[in-house]
């Protein structure tokens, strides 16, 4: 049987950065991860804002940097398009796209250069609570079934993972809080920019949207999230009706594809328990307006890790002692995602005349700061009394 204080099951990024700083601050780490190659498949559109990687002390490195993002442009059902970039905002809302395949394993790599152990192609089979440590079954890639003993195990395994369930924690998602998705990695598309990241709304996609997220000058990340309770065919018909008519990606050829769930119920009521943490994705820890997580994971993920370090120093690994992992993300992520429901349910449920007249507005509008809240303001001016109900949440 192998012991170790912290136990992480799964090495995507809130999986890796959490054991770099448990590891950092001085307790025992391992991660295994279940795949035979971190970082694939890919499970997202791979874009973040600029600032992102700094507050998570990740220096960016021009070999996972697939393309510098300028702004959004926003289309409406009619393909009016509203266009943010830094040729119309005071403030440039910059980003990057990621190589998830590469970034995925440096962050892995920074953790394992900070003292933590990696197992890959290592599946965790089930857990059991024993005292005070769980004892996790797994099985390696020679099929061979051992035993880890673990103070602390970090929840780090996905949207669709099993190792909250088997601490006790209830991660059922609604269905009507759950989007499909599928995404396509593309060439050969002829976009106007670029450099600019692109969401189309409306019946295109019924209860999510469709997106262009740029990787080259003619490559791109084209994907679409629906609503399985409001569509009326399956993810991979819609997103390829969008393809088929669109000028850009018309023409477009397939290099990669992705499919899978994408959670949109915010963070889940319970992320901890006795000896156990959630992160990432795995704790609900997903945009439910835009679906995108890797910011927040990363946060979880870092904040988690740091915590079970000093549980294991201070030799208390019970959920009070958590709690402080609990507390962080309920007031820098949770607070803010349970308004982004509220926000989606209204955007998700307009029809596609109402999205016409807001986009074309916000068009015209005199936006000079791209985010949620400037959008909405900028509607709220637009139709005051359908929008009403948002202004509290602003």
Known sequence: MKEVDVLVIGAGP??????????????????????????????????????????????????????????????????????????????????????????????????????????????????????????????????????????????????????????????????????????YEMTNLKMEKNDTIEFYFGSVAPGGYAWIFPKGYDSANVGIDISSVKANKSALEYLNDFIKNNPATKDGQIVEINAGGNPLCGVFDQIITDNFMLVGDAAGCINPITGGGIDTALESGMIAGRVAAKAIKENDCSSEFLQEYADYVEEHIGKKFRKYISI????????????????????????????????LKAAIKISPRKLLKLRKLL
């Open 344 to 375: 989606r349910d209204f955007l998700y449920n307009l029809e596609d005349d109402d999205l016409n007249d807001y986009i074309e507005a916000l068009n015209k509008a005199n936006i000079t700061t791209l985010s949620t809240k400037s959008l």
């Open 14 to 183: 809130a999986g890796s950065i959490a054991a770099r700083e448990a590891s950092k601050n001085g307790a025992k780490t391992l991660i295994i991860d279940k795949k035979s190659e971190i970082g694939t498949p890919k499970r997202c559109a791979e874009g973040i804002m600029d600032g992102v990687l700094e507050r998570v002390e990740i220096t960016p490195d021009k070999r996972w940097i697939a393309r510098h993002i300028d702004g959004a442009r926003i289309v409406s059902p009619n393909n009016t398009s509203a266009w943010f970039t830094s040729e119309n905002l005071e403030k440039p809302a910059t980003g990057i796209i990621l190589e998830r395949k590469v970034f995925d394993k440096h962050v892995t790599m920074d953790a394992i250069r900070n003292g933590a152990e990696v197992m890959i192609k290592t599946e965790a089979l089930s857990m059991k609570k024993e005292n005070d440590y769980f004892l996790v079954d797994i099985k390696g890639f020679n099929n061979e079934i051992t035993q880890i003993k673990a103070r602390i195990v970090i929840g780090a395994d996905g949207p669709e993972g099993h190792v909250g369930t088997w601490a006790g924690i209830k991660t059922k998602v609604p269905a009507d809080e759950m989007e499909s998705g599928i995404q």
